[in-house]
Nanobody, 131 residues
Framework: QVDLVESGGGSVQAGGSLTLSCAIS??????????MAWFRQTSSNERDGVAT??????????HDSVKGRFTISQSQDSARNTLYLHTHNLKPEDTAKYFC????????????????????WGQGTQVTVSS
């Protein structure tokens, strides 16, 4: 069983920054054949892909709405057990609950922001941006 636990959410003013973390446990990295991502969801919307990366920090990609403001990364220690989302210049429309997700496979590049392709999810961390 793979467990994911997010942290780092909070309330900030527009233009502020937050770093979200996702601790991943209960798995073995399969020679770089893993895909990870951050999604976000508001109460009235579906879960939307924000950023994604292959294990080892390869091939990061972002939703157009966050390009240039958000950065996804994986911890560089030998365990590589933490996924990060560094957010900058936050906007009120970034307000949502943010979830990390993990798939024990290499999801095709163009489909990595598709929620149904991920098996494991955390419980989410709330980000609230005020104007």
């Amino acid at each position: 069983q793979v467990d994911l636990v997010e942290s780092g959410g909070g309330s900030v003013q527009a233009g502020g920054s937050l770093t979200l973390s996702c601790a991943i446990s209960g798995h073995t990295w399969d020679k770089g054949r893993d895909t990870m991502a951050w999604f976000r969801q508001t109460s009235s919307n579906e879960r939307d892909g924000v950023a994604t990366i292959y294990s080892g920090g390869r091939s990061p990609d972002y939703h157009d709405s966050v390009k240039g403001r958000f950065t996804i990364s994986q911890s560089q220690d030998s365990a590589r057990n933490t996924l990060y989302l560094h957010t900058h210049n936050l906007k009120p429309e970034d307000t949502a609950k943010y979830f990390c997700a993990y798939a024990r496979s290499l999801i095709d590049y163009g489909y990595r922001l598709t929620p149904r392709l991920y098996t494991y999810w955390g419980q989410g961390t709330q980000v609230t941006v005020s104007s």
